[in-house]
């Protein structure tokens, strides 16, 4: 059986649209029978990485922090498909960005050279062979998420497992006006799950729906100006 580790990086946990989407990206992979296992990022006491390198060179594969990491490694270890939920911040929340960081003591110090840059890979303990991410954004376009999704398939080639792509919701606040494209959206995003499940991909048709505009761009942005407007005439 499929065992995933997901990781909700949103600093507003489950009352925000990462939740949502990500919920229901996970609801369709245990509708093809992995066990699914969440924490949310911001809950969770992890301090930053000291950048000292002793988990490489001196306690290898060993944190010398003792915080809520130590409860995080033995899950991730043992699970199949990571999943990261992440928000467009600028560019991630920190406290996403804190975890991320503190991955290293499950990364071999071996270093190898391939596809024109340097490489390493998780130790042998560690079962992660897909990374994905699940990501929302408050803009109109998908392009705005670029940045996030360059960053984790650079980590999942920089530890040489398969980036399986990207779950991308822009706009993602308008799903609750929008609501017969909204289920749409999520009917969408549950496919995408049970698909990398049982196919080990994401169809391009499945991604693109998930991503489709609710709305025209000249319109969100007079809708953001708008709103900008008012409240600095409020504040005036």
């Known amino acids: 059986m499929t065992k995933i580790f997901a990781i909700n ?9 990462t939740h949502i989407v990500l919920s229901a990206f996970l609801e369709g992979m245990e509708e093809a029978n992995a066990t699914v ?13 000291l950048g000292d390198f002793q988990c490489w060179f001196e306690k290898v594969g060993e944190c010398i922090q003792k915080d809520d990491m130590e409860s995080l490694f033995p899950k991730l270890r043992e699970a199949d498909i990571l999943v990261l939920g992440i928000p467009i911040y600028f560019p991630l929340p920190g406290e996403m960005q804190n975890l991320l960081n503190r991955l290293m003591p ?41 940045l996030v999704v360059q960053f984790v398939e650079h980590m999942a080639n920089d530890v040489n497992v398969e980036f399986s ?16 494209k909204g289920e749409e959206v999520l009917s969408a995003v549950r496919r995408a799950g049970a698909q990398l499940v049982r196919e080990g991909r994401i169809s391009p048709e499945t991604l693109d729906t ?12 007079a809708r953001y100006n708008e709103v900008y407007r008012k409240a600095k005439e409020y504040s005036s």
């Open 106 to 146: 499950l990364v071999e110090p071996i270093l190898e050279f391939h596809d024109g840059r340097t490489r390493t890979k998780f130790h042998d303990d560690v079962k992660i062979s897909k990374i994905v991410l699940v990501s929302t954004g408050g803009w109109w376009e998908k392009e705005n998420m670029t």
């Open 37 to 49: 296992e969440t924490v949310f990022a911001k809950r969770l006491k992890i301090r930053p990485c």
């Open 165 to 180: 792509g990207a779950v991308l919701r822009p706009h993602a606040f308008l799903m609750d006006e929008y609501k017969e």
């Open 9 to 17: 990086g949103s600093a507003r946990m489950d009352k925000g649209y």
């Open 210 to 221: 998930i991503s489709q505009p609710l709305i025209a761009e000249e319109e969100l942005r």
